[in-house]
């Protein structure tokens, strides 16, 4: 079973960086992995996802060139390298895993971390 823990929010200053972790225990290797976020008041809407090997990913347009997603499978951990961040991205981040379907659909993943507070500040 997959049990995703993401780690790694925390309060930033507008332009300044983050990096977050969605790590799991179990069968990681084999999944698909997205991240979404929600913020107060708005649905939750996909950020990013990079397929079971690392060799695919995809962003929403908003993080196109500030964010990067990439997977260490040898130590079942996806990341999310968020760089001049903006308070438009202050939201709760979910990382999700998923074996198919379509992945900027939330929809699609059966398996939700618990989600990391990002607050950036102007």
């Known amino acids: 079973q997959v049990q995703l823990i993401e780690s790694g929010g925390g309060l930033v200053q507008a332009g300044g960086s983050l990096r977050l972790s969605c790590a799991d225990s179990?069968?990681?290797?084999?999944?698909?992995i997205g991240w979404f976020r929600q913020a107060p008041g708005k649905v939750r809407e996909f950020v990013a996802r990079i397929d079971s090997s690392g060799g695919s990913t995809d962003y929403t347009d908003s993080v196109k060139g500030r964010f990067t997603i990439s997977r260490d499978n040898a130590k079942n951990t996806v990341y999310l390298h968020m760089n001049r961040l903006i308070p438009e991205d202050t939201a709760v981040y979910y990382c999700?895993?998923?074996?198919?379907?379509?992945?900027?659909?939330?929809?699609?993943?059966?398996?939700w971390g618990q989600g990391t507070q990002v607050t950036v500040s102007s």
């Open positions: 999700a895993a998923a074996l198919g379907g379509m992945l900027s659909a939330s929809t699609s993943y059966p398996y």
């Open positions: 179990g069968t990681f290797r084999y999944y698909n």
